[in-house]
């Protein structure tokens, strides 16, 4: 039996390849919306409580922004603040207002299953607010219409509060040449610094003394003991936390079970 030959147009090849290479064309405002959120989402994370430590705003903008703004070649994403006030620990929490730029070139697809997207680009505008010192504290966060207004000059970054890097020395100078009646006196005097809080005990021939920064959940807890005076560092981080024991003797002398 004779074989009929089978013509195939090449437009309608071409076609089909066109149509597999490019899978379902995508508009490139909507991609660039999604690619704003996914920006905003991010610096949310970076400043979302529970267990966040006290923050100013201007500190969450300066420490957390600048990483947002990137280009990827086909994908360039610029990050402002436009407003920032209060703190995470007290009041209505850090409130931050910020507007995500992306822009994003067209895309060719070079692959099968690939897709082809338009150009586009998107300002968006959000409002984040962050509270952090309960538990049950979440991130609260809304967009709004963006002003036309320039955003003002970003604040510049300043280093976190922290204990001196020489607080254990300072610890077994006051230890060794003190007793338990001047226990007190002559820890506090040897951190004048503000900020940190000074606790002292002696129980059983021993003296306890624990320096902290509250807000930071930083603590160091020494003890001396007939053999000299050594850091204690055997209690769980939690007990840091507001509400627990905190920075206290009490981290030695009764340590959570």
């Known amino acids: 039996m004779r074989r009929l030959p089978i013509l195939v147009s090449t ?11 490019s899978g379902c064309a995508s508009s490139g405002d909507q991609y660039a919306s999604s690619v704003a959120d996914a920006v905003a989402a991010k ?6 409580p529970p267990e966040i430590n006290d923050r100013t705003a201007d ?5 957390s922004l600048p990483s947002l703004n990137r280009d990827d070649g086909d994908t360039r994403v610029a990050v402002e603040a436009l407003s920032w006030k209060g703190r995470t620990g007290s009041g209505d929490g850090a409130e931050i207002d910020i507007r995500v730029v992306v822009t994003v070139d067209e895309h060719v697809p070079t692959t099968f299953n690939d897709r082809s997207r338009s150009a586009g680009s998107i300002t968006r505008c959000y409002h984040l607010a962050a509270i952090g010192y309960r538990y049950y504290d979440r991130l609260q966060s ?4 963006c002003p036309t207004t320039a955003a003002p000059p970003a604040p510049s970054a300043v280093p976190l509060p922290a ?4 607080t254990m020395d300072r ?3 006051a230890l060794e040449s003190t007793d338990a009646q001047k226990l007190q006196r002559d820890v506090s005097a040897a951190f004048p610094d503000g900020g940190v809080t000074v606790k002292t005990a002696s129980a059983n021939g021993e003296l306890i003394a624990a320096v902290g920064l509250p807000a930071e959940r930083d603590c160091v807890v020494a003890v001396r003991r007939p053999s000299g005076v050594a850091r204690f560092s055997d209690y769980d981080p939690i007990q840091l936390m507001p509400g627990e024991t905190g920075c206290s003797p009490e981290l030695y002398l009764h340590p959570a079970n």
């Open 11 to 21: 437009v309608a090849v071409a076609a089909v390849l066109a149509t597999s290479l």
């Open 59 to 63: 500190y969450l903008v300066s420490a």
């Open 43 to 48: 610096f949310g994370e970076s400043i979302s």
């Open 163 to 166: 204990l001196p890097t020489d």
């Open 171 to 173: 610890l077994t100078v």
């Open 142 to 145: 809304s967009t709004y219409p």
